[in-house]
């Protein structure tokens, strides 16, 4: 057996339908080629693989779904036959998952001050974080700011996190959701999450304290965008805790 | 204006990568680009097809239409300004659009000065047919840029020659200058290095950070102007593109929201024609459309802008 073949393979997908993928597989591939040669990692052999069809599930340890517009992702999941398996995986806990922005809303199993019906087709998220999220919290693109935090529970200090048209955290849900309503839709829960929702980190925003990034078990999930700075600690995070810590565990 | 301004209107520019960018002039329309999977709509009164027809001067929309589409879509609203308008834009910040398209389909303000960008914190898109107009719109603060290609015409032939046009410029400084990243003294790159600064009236700095760049552009660019089918589309995406604004192409066809679904499918699946192919069934009628090559050179909105 060669050195090759007895490392392990970590496969990091990142959901590519629309939005800031580029930048999420830049900063992973940026990342694993420092990981891929450093001696604490050795025994690991790192990747990231791009996802559009249901094929692209097989073998990864996590997965992150990425900025952009939810309405869009959403739709061209449901067409693409990828939103049914993606929502298996992803409520499964057998992989690391991490949304951010609109990744978020789609990981959410609530989400309000949302378009519901969308013409033949309804607006979807797949589920997974005990969370309300409110789209657009902070108003429109003017109001999108930028602003250093530290988070709870990881290394990742004083990191500059920005905000565009972002979504909130506005409840931890205790018990299964009621049906959605007119402005609010409900996932469908496969498999429940047993852990607990830990809140990371929060922002002040006129008189009001708003959950900006949230973690369950597997799931991590930023209303910012760590995709957009030139820092790759937040993703070195997510694949030290949500990734390798779950495939030792597995 | 610091760079954590600049890069939160750039990202937003970013999030709408490989994506429809639909003009409605309507609530009705902008429900249905919403509800074909558009990423953002451009609110305008008249489309540019009708604005080349009907003539007169074209001015920013009412922004009580503007309002109306804002409060009836989730996705971000756009609204146009006239070249150098300051005012306008001023107005379209007030009333939260999203971004300010500053327009060669309205009829220019000012002639010799774009807007200075750089003093809203409302991101603007720009239009560009080469390397020069793109840069030169990204150092007044642009966050994203298009092509200008040929609105109004459902003629996708210009776009295309902008695309090429831009990458072929592109791809002449890098062979030209990237010596300079490892030699900056190099006495032919340095040559090279003031030509283009002439030639596309920027700062040799503004070339050089594009060689350091590796040849990106800093900001997202979209294809815009004439793209009128799923396949237009799609090969503006397979240029390299990062996504498509349809204007008249969409709501000057016979059947808008089944175009639109289609338009979203082909940016989605611009590299597998089967894909391609079936969402290009039973589409209707697509806009009837001009020839650019018929045009005379007084007719087209690209030669707007400098």
């Known amino acids: 057996m060669t050195q090759q073949d007895s490392k392990t393979h970590i496969v990091v997908g990142v959901l590519s339908v629309q939005g800031s993928f580029r930048e999420h597989l830049d900063h992973l591939n940026v990342l694993f080629t420092d990981l891929n040669s450093a001696p604490e990692y050795s025994h690991y052999q790192f990747s990231a693989r791009k996802v559009k069809q249901p094929k692209d599930l097989d073998g990864l340890s996590g997965i992150i779904l990425v900025g952009g517009e939810s309405t869009t992702m959403s739709l061209l999941l449901q067409h693409s036959g990828l939103f049914g398996p993606l929502a298996q995986l992803i409520q499964s806990g057998k992989v690391g998952v991490w949304g951010t922005c609109a990744g978020l809303i789609l990981i959410a199993n609530q989400v309000t001050n949302t378009k519901v019906d969308l013409g033949d087709c309804k607006f979807k998220v797949l589920g997974g974080l005990d969370v309300s999220i409110e789209r657009n919290s902070f108003g429109r693109q003017v109001d999108s700011f930028t602003q250093v935090l530290s988070f709870q529970e990881s290394s990742v200090r004083s990191f500059e996190c920005v905000f565009i048209r972002a979504p909130v955290v506005t409840g931890i849900l205790s018990e299964k959701p009621s049906v959605g309503t007119k402005s609010s839709v409900v996932a469908e829960v496969f498999e429940a999450n047993n852990h607990s929702v830990e809140v990371l980190s929060e922002v002040e925003k006129d008189g009001k304290t708003l959950i900006v990034a949230v973690r369950q078990g597997h799931i991590l999930g930023t209303s910012f965008h760590p995709e957009l700075v030139q820092d790759y600690r937040f993703h070195k995070w997510f694949v030290d805790e949500f990734v390798l810590k779950r495939s030792i565990d597995a | 204006m610091c760079a954590s301004d600049f890069q939160k209107k750039a990202g937003l520019a970013q999030m709408l990568k490989q994506g429809v960018i639909m003009d409605v002039t309507t609530v009705e329309e902008a429900l249905i680009a919403e509800e074909a999977g558009a990423v953002a709509v451009m609110a305008l009164e008249r489309v540019p097809s009708d604005i080349r027809k009907e003539g007169g001067v074209a001015r920013m929309s009412d922004p009580h239409m503007i309002r109306s589409i804002m409060d009836a879509v989730s996705i971000p609203v756009m609204a146009k300004v006239r070249i150098g308008h300051t005012v306008e834009a001023e107005m379209l910040e007030a009333l939260g659009v999203d971004f300010i398209d500053e327009s060669e389909v309205l009829t220019v303000a000012d002639r010799k000065y774009h807007v200075d960008k ?189």
Request: hydrophobic letters at 40%; charged letters at 25%.
């Open chain 2, 118 to 306: 750089d003093d809203f914190k409302v991101p603007f898109v720009c239009g560009a047919k080469d390397l020069g107009e793109a840069l030169r719109r990204i150092v007044e603060g642009a966050a994203m840029i298009r092509t200008k290609g040929e609105a109004g015409t459902g003629d996708v032939s210009e776009a295309i020659h902008h695309i090429r046009k831009i990458r072929s410029e592109i791809d002449d400084v890098m062979a030209n200058c990237s010596v300079l990243l490892e030699n900056p003294n190099d006495k032919s790159g340095l040559q090279h290095l003031k030509g283009f600064s002439e030639k596309f009236r920027v700062s040799e700095d503004t070339i050089l950070e594009l060689v350091r760049n590796a040849g990106k552009l800093p900001v997202v660019n979209f294809a815009a102007g004439g793209i009128a089918t799923p396949a237009d589309a799609a090969l503006c995406m397979r240029l390299g593109c990062d996504g498509v604004f349809v204007g008249s192409g969409i709501f000057k066809s016979s059947n808008p929201a089944k175009l639109a679904k289609a338009i979203v499918e082909a940016v989605h699946w611009y590299l597998e024609p089967e894909q391609i192919l079936k969402a290009s069934f039973d589409l209707g009628e697509p806009m009837r459309g001009i020839q650019v090559s018929g045009l005379k050179e007084e007719e087209k909105l690209s030669v707007r802008g400098w």
